[in-house]
């Protein structure tokens, strides 16, 4: 009687588990696991993200770089134009401007060219691009452009050029009735200080833009101000030369 007690409680003992228990346990681990994936999925999207946003500063800072190697080569000496006047080229617009450079992006640098920069609109938002002028293309021989286009930035909102014009002094020689006379585009020519303008033209002020500003909103909605400095007339001379020699 011992003996079959003892046997009966044995297949008892290792009869295994249950139907439920391993339901259960089943459902734990599913969840575990579930909780597992879902942290990593997480984890792998933000990792994405960074690496987006980071490519995303990267193409930025070297399309600022760009443009600040451009315009530290502006050609800021005077050049004989089509009207045979001694004047530096430069004009300037809310929305485009062309100057020279001796640093063209898509050239060897020390050759200048006749640069043109754009803002386009694309149905939501703007687009900046790039052009160079043909070789041999300047000002006193008439301005040619290529029809190739480069994009630097795409999908940016609210984007516009400002420029700062630099202070020109009246003489002091001018009195009340001279400038009485004085037409509302010569008062222009000078200022007691330095005076940021929407639009600039070297032919009608006679000077160069001191510094450029380029403000915009990029496709992931952080605020830009980009100001770039020009070359003041003491570093012209450099310039030349170093165009002259190559």
Do not use: C
């Not at 994936?37 to 193409?59: E, T, V």
């Amino acid at each position: 009687m011992a003996t079959n007690r003892l046997a009966k409680t044995l297949i008892v003992t290792y009869q295994g588990f249950t139907l439920i228990e391993v339901l259960i346990t089943l459902t734990l681990f599913s969840l575990l696991l579930t909780l597992l994936l879902f942290g990593f999925r997480q984890g792998l999207i933000r990792w994405q993200q960074a690496s987006q946003r980071q490519q995303f500063s990267q193409m930025q800072l070297s399309r600022y770089h760009w443009l600040q190697t451009l315009f530290q080569q502006t050609i800021v000496s005077d050049i004989i134009s089509h009207q045979q006047s001694f004047l530096p080229y430069f004009k300037g617009k809310d929305n485009d401007m062309q100057f020279i450079s001796a640093a063209p992006l898509l050239d060897v640098v020390g050759y200048p060219r006749p640069i043109e920069l754009r803002l386009q609109f694309n149905q939501q938002n703007y687009d900046l691009y790039y052009r160079e002028g043909l070789i041999h293309s300047d000002p006193a021989r008439g301005l040619h452009w290529s029809n190739s286009w480069v994009k630097l930035l795409s999908s940016i909102s609210n984007p516009h050029f400002n420029y700062q014009a630099p202070a020109v002094f009246m003489p002091s020689n001018f009195d009340k009735e001279d400038i009485a006379e004085m037409t509302a585009a010569e008062k222009r020519l000078y200022r007691n200080q330095a005076e940021w303008m929407s639009e600039l033209d070297s032919e009608i002020l006679f000077r160069m833009p001191q510094r450029i500003k380029f403000e915009f909103i990029d496709s992931q909605h952080q605020s830009h101000q980009w100001i770039f400095n020009l070359p003041t007339a003491t570093e012209v001379w450099s310039l030349e030369a170093y165009s002259h020699e190559h």
